[in-house]
């Protein structure tokens, strides 16, 4: 999906330096996650995994750039 794609994108550039060790591992398997999960979770149509909240949460307040 290219709106993921802009949010993630956005997110890395911005974001991701500020992540501590155990969100970067969090924001790594939220990457192996299927895209219509993701959009469901940042949509807040449906609530992420515990282990993936707090990124999940992050990546709702990131400004998305234009691709």
Request: glycine share 6%.
């Amino acid at each position: 999906m290219l709106e993921l794609d802009a949010l993630l994108l956005s997110f890395v550039e911005d974001g991701y330096r500020d992540l501590g060790p155990s969100e970067q591992l969090a924001f790594s398997r939220l990457l192996g996650r299927e895209d219509i999960e993701l959009y469901e979770w940042l949509a807040g149509r449906e609530e992420p995994p515990t282990d993936l909240r707090s990124v999940v949460d992050k990546l709702r307040s990131c400004k998305v750039r234009k691709l």
